[in-house]
């Protein structure tokens, strides 16, 4: 094991060059020439300050809606077919209801799953009519009829949910405008947003926490027909009748901008709608002047203006005592369009810049200290073999960060603890190399015969103990999130190089030494 | 000179038993003092500009409604972290308590860290914390076992859950924070701790090839003798550096190194005192001649 070929020189050392040329390229101050790639390591948000952001989508509330259509299609069906029915109910268990002859029960249990064809709504959803998956599952029991979604058909409804509320919440965070944020889904149901550099998110978790459902209805009067529901009104607290018929939603909105009244210069929001909207909205002002209109988002009325003319131009403007602050937000809101499902704010982790600093001053100063002990240890314990060791160490730290900055890993305070103790553990393996080279002293006499054994028989060891290291590392890197998961992975890779620093560095530099000095190794003093 | 790591065997395979006893005792019946990973909640770490006494946060809190918190220092008389039995995100609070705390000091304040976890993740985050630690032992069982007879790997594994259980229960015992940086420590112990035993293992089953005569006592004696440099050194080693981030690593990483540095040291005596000792009871294979030698 010590003789190395000029092959194997030369590429190690091709690849120290290549490590230490990566590893310096990550400071500022070789950073200046353009001598370096541009391949660093990130800053986790615990050491650079930022806010990183759980979302997750409830989608009860959208399937209980789709069922609410599915329902409204059923009904239509048996009405047309002059099936009586009763007990009809929706709840998130599905659709159930009892027919009143069992004579139709036939006809009914065709006409359902005959509907799921036959339903444009259906292949809206799916894009295809040739699907084959089923989408509804029919439960019948003498006279009782139970209708829900197929698991298919959830999960659909689910991924759907997601991929808007991701484009959403992408579009949401645009307008709001922070430097490289990373948005990405997790799991079925959640979102991560990180915003580095960012010390006050209530912003961003304003905008993100709303559904931004909005809707414009008319007040009750007594004239009404479909009914009415009591909505809270924003502006003063009071309960609202409002009528259940919508004229418009946030869908038919293209643009949303804040601004300032002009006559009482208070902060408002002006909107455009689309073609369709503005002739709906037309239509429905026209007849209804002097009536009061809600503005409602989220379930709750935020304006409830009085419409004095007939809107016709598809723009209008929305005041409801909002600040500044609350018009720029709900612009942003209206622009980005609605979330399909509601969403919450699971999980924060915000870092204050000063922290950050905080940390990085701790890790380095940790990090000097620790190595200057172990460095000492080594010198103390096996001499020149010692500053072998500890070169063979420095290099290791050396290429586990440029090996960081190539992966362009992100590095965290629990990181930087990695890469320390990666220290502690990467000199082991030296350790092991050199106790069993005082084995082999034991019983061979031979240096160059007693070191090459040595190797070798270390070798296995070295593998062994580091492999249940890695094992604990890998599990951590799936358990963990954030900068739990900066640690599993400098841990990992710290193990592995430190494996190559020993086997390479520290194996080519003692064989060179004792090659050329056979007859004095043995003055040394081990110990 | 040759020591005898089994004149005193008894004493400490029952000390080490009343400690894992013990600490299962504590962590059933005392538990954890769940960090706000496990527990859900709100925890604003702030910073003043001068040193502010902690009672006068407390009264600011008092008045301006807040329920259920608690305040702590935090590394120094200027930093202190609030925790707030609020799960659900509220976007402003941290900028309130701010402005609260401003008007009532007359102090500048500034938020060093706002941390929220919800329930419905705090309970997750424990169960994916339990599950690693299960899933870490049967790996490293199943390694050994591929490694090693099974005997040896029972007894390592004895002494790994040994040595997280004792951990977990100082932890326990003394009301230590309890939060997924601990996970990670007792992850990393499961994975480096073991390593001391499987060197001595190795030696003892290379003493068991070259001598299959002499007493097994005598022969883990002699393997514990020949590795004990080795098994002291690296364990130093690796302590040296942790002890550096214990020390000077800051607040938040305080917890994390104390659970390893416990962990490396307790792991190493377990290694020497449980893990090798505890053969003797496993009925250890001792003709190793029909097996064909694989270790180099």
Known sequence: MLNFSKLKIFTIIIFLIFSTYIFLGNFNFFKKTNLFLDKNINLGLDLQGGS???????IQPLKIKKLDDKAVEIRKILREENINYKNFNIAKEGIS????????????????????????????????????????????????????????????????????????????????????????????????????????????KNILGKTAQLSFKFLKSSSDILGSEKIKSKIDGSILDVEKRLILSGENLIDAQPGYDQQNKQPIVSFKLDRVGANKFANATKDNVGRPLAIILDNEVISAPVIREPILTGSGQISGNFTTEE???????????????????????????????????????SFVIGFLLVFIFMIYSYKIFGLFANIALFFNVVILLSLLSLLGATLTLPGIAGVILTVGMAIDANVIIYEKIKDEFKLEK?????????????????????????????????????????????????????????????????????????????????? | ????????????????????????????????????????G??????????????????????????????????????????????????????????????????????RRVENVGPKIGDELIKAGFLSLILCILAIYAYLWLRFEWQFSLGGIIALIHDITI??????????????????????????????????????????????????????????????????????????????????????LRGFAFAVSFGIIIGTYSSIYIASPILIYFKIKRDWTKKIDTTP
């Open chain 1, 327 to 365: 018009a720029n937000q709900l612009a942003v809101l209206l622009r980005s369009g609605a979330l399909p499902a509601p969403m919450k704010i699971v999980e924060e982790r915000t870092v204050g810049p000063d922290l950050g600093e905080d940390s990085i001053r701790y890790g380095i100063i």
């Open chain 1, 446 to 527: 031979n240096v160059i015969i007693a070191f090459d054994n040595a190797f070798k028989k270390s070798y296995l060891t070295i593998i062994d103990s580091n492999l249940t290291t890695l094992i604990a590392g890998i599990i951590l890197f799936f358990l963990g999130s954030g900068p739990v998961k900066g640690f599993a992975v400098t841990l990992c890779l710290g193990i592995i190089t430190s494996f190559f620093t020993a086997f390479t560095i520290s194996r080519l530099i003692v064989s060179k030494f004792i090659l050329t000095k056979k007859n004095e190794i043995f003055s040394l003093k081990w110990n």
């Open chain 1, 52 to 58: 990183y952001l759980l979302l997750e989508i409830d």
């Open chain 2, 167 to 252: 951990t977990a229960g100082v932890f326990s015992l003394f009301g230590l924070q309890f939060d997924i940086s601990i996970v990670a420590a007792l992850l990393t112990i499961l994975g480096y701790s073991i390593n001391d035993t499987v060197i001595i293992y190795d030696r003892i089953r290379e003493n068991l090839k070259r001598d299959s005569k002499s007493d097994l006592q005598i022969l883990i004696n002699e393997s514990l003798n020949n590795t004990l440099s080795r098994t002291i050194k690296t364990s130093l080693t690796t302590l040296l550096t942790i002890l550096a981030i214990l020390f000077f690593g800051g607040e938040v």
């Open chain 2, 1 to 40: 000179m040759e020591l005898n790591f089994f004149r005193y065997k008894n004493i400490f395979i029952i000390l080490s038993s009343v400690l894992f006893i013990t600490s299962i005792i504590f962590i059933i019946f005392k538990g954890f003092n769940f960090g706000v990973d496990f527990k859900g």
């Open chain 1, 97 to 204: 209801f009892e027919i009143n002859d069992i004579k139709n029960k036939e006809q009914t249990i065709k006409l359902l799953e005959g509907s799921k064809t036959k339903s444009d709504f259906f292949d809206k959803i799916t894009g295809s009519s040739q699907n084959e998956k089923k989408e509804i599952i029919l439960k019948i029991q003498n006279l009782n009829f139970n209708i829900n979604f197929s698991e298919d058909f959830e999960r659909k409804i689910k991924k759907d949910a997601m991929s808007q509320s991701l484009e959403i919440v992408r579009k949401r965070i645009d307008q709001l405008g922070t430097k490289e944020p990373n948005i990405q889904q997790k799991g079925d149901i959640r979102i991560i947003v990180e915003l580095p550099g960012l010390s006050d998110p209530s912003t961003f």
């Open chain 2, 42 to 111: 709100t925890v604003i770490e702030i910073k003043t500009e001068k040193v502010v006494k902690i009672e006068n946060i407390r009264i600011s809190l008092n008045k301006n409604h807040f329920e259920n918190y608690s305040v702590k220092e935090f590394g120094s008389n200027d930093n202190f972290v609030i925790y707030l039995d609020i799960k659900e995100n509220k976007p402003t609070i941290a900028q309130d308590l701010k402005n609260n705390l401003e008007k009532d000091l007359k102090e500048k304040i500034t938020i």
